[in-house]
């Protein structure tokens, strides 16, 4: 589903963030990406969403070569990836509804549809009863979790999170976990970044580390 | 959304109807975000409406100004009147036979004859000098033909007019009275081409001051695009709310326009009205008109169009994910 092949990725300012980086994520896999901040991490995600381009080397999703998605189809591409961001970004002069609509909004869903699955996307998080609140009268873990309702509620099949627990205590981060594992159990694939060891050594999955912009563990599929 | 799919991805099975049908749901939710946005910000859209409707407003206002101006001096425009002094040796008969051979011309309408005496016991009565007049042994007057060109004729076919006859053997001087008439036409054009392009740049300066306008909404909404943009939504997507606040702006400034050139008329038409009756004429003030109200708004609505674009090309793609 993902596929890296000898991918490097050099700055304009000459800093090598990712240097012939190589794995496979296979579809229905729920991978952990760890590595000390500027390890490259959130480079290799900026590259799945083509956020940004490799320099060198081959980046496949859904077997689609990205070198090969022209810049106008670049939001149609990110309509196939949920994303989940460390500091949410969500809009906070709109409801927790109108947060998790806007993917299918720009979709372009009838209402009837957009609701349905905006309240279907917020029982998942267990947040069905907050679909009127604002965000900022939502706890952190909250927003996370509206956050996620917004990544998931298009039914994407690649879902990918960055630092997705970076600010929660370790108990509702064990549950934002468990979401994530749910999901991977009806097949989507999930890419978790995320530097809390503990965490997600504890959940037994494939982890792929990077150092210094090259992987140094977790290259092969098991 | 046109990219194709490997697998049977939700998009690739939207058929063109629904695609349709999101375009013009997403078209609906733009006009109607953003008609809120500007109207939940009452003062600083009411500045802004103001501003676009004075601008708006003067080059109209001076136009509707010129048009009135024009239909009033319509009455007299052509036909001016050429007076044709025939030479001495030309006698009362043989001025007779040149008025009729004259009023066969298509472009002449009507040819009076005023013999020297006719205009000697004229002027005689006028001046009071008509014991002196009586003491001449010739009548020093020649024998005139006033010419009226024809209906519509314009100043410059009059004055070739004018030329021509001139040109005749029996005529010693050809004058047209009106020189003045078209002096004030060329006066009238002159305005109209003022107006034309104080209007211009007018017109450039709304477009650049909604453009501003805009470019300060993209800003305040900088991490709303962002964020539409990470989630996927195209250019044109992020575009279409800012192109209906610059529609909306747009509109609401030729609104203002209308309505200051309609108070500054309903103002003017006491005095002018006025004025009219002291000269003997039922002239009244036009003003813009139903027509010219509605076109005032479209106006406006394609110059805030054409701003929110300006903005929009030029900002929105530098906002991307970073």
Known sequence: ?222 | MNKPRLEGARQSRTRFADRYNAWLRHHRLSAADSLHRVLSNKLSTLMTFLVIGIALALPVGLNVALDNATQLSAGWDSPSQISLFLRDSVTGEEAAALATELEQRPDISAVQVVTSEDALAEFSALSGFADVLASLEDNPLPNLLLVTPTTGLEGAAVGGLRTKLGERQEVSEAVLDMEWLQRLNSLMELSRRIVMAIGGLLVVGVVLILGNTIRLAIENRREEIVIVKLVGGSNPFVRRPFLYTGLWFGFGGGLVAALLVTLCLWFLRAPVSQLAALYQSDFTLKGLGLMGSLNLLVLGGLLGLAGAWLAVTRHLADIEPR
């Not at chain 1, 991978?31 to 490799?54: E, P």
């Not at chain 1, 939001?75 to 002069?93: C, S, Y």
Request: aromatic content about 4%.
């Open chain 1, 1 to 222: 589903m993902i596929n890296f092949e000898r991918v490097s990725k050099r700055y304009a300012e000459g800093h090598d963030a990712l240097r012939e980086v190589s794995f496979e994520i296979a579809r229905d896999d729920l991978v952990f990406l760890t590595g000390h901040s500027g390890a490259g991490k959130s480079t290799l995600m900026r590259l799945i969403m083509l956020m940004d381009r490799a320099t060198r080397g081959k980046v496949m999703i859904d077997g689609v070569d990205l070198a090969r998605v022209a810049r106008r189809n670049i939001p149609g591409h990110r309509r196939d990836i949920g994303v989940v961001f460390q500091n949410h970004q969500l809009l906070f002069d709109r409801p927790v509804f109108d947060n998790v609509a806007l993917p299918l909004i720009i979709s372009g869903y009838d209402y009837r549809e957009v609701g349905r699955r905006v309240r279907a996307a917020l029982d998942k998080v267990g947040l069905l009863n907050k679909e009127r609140a604002m965000p900022l009268t939502l706890s952190g873990g909250e927003q996370q979790r509206v956050g996620i309702a917004r990544a998931v509620v298009g039914r994407p099949r690649i879902l990918l999170a960055d630092e997705p627990t970076g600010n929660l205590d370790p108990e509702l981060s064990s549950e934002i976990m468990q979401l994530f594992e749910a999901f991977n159990q009806v097949g989507v694939t999930v890419l978790i970044a995320s530097h809390d060891l503990a965490l997600i050594s504890r959940l037994r999955h494939r982890i792929l580390t990077l150092r210094e912009g090259r992987l140094v563990q977790g290259a092969a599929c098991e």
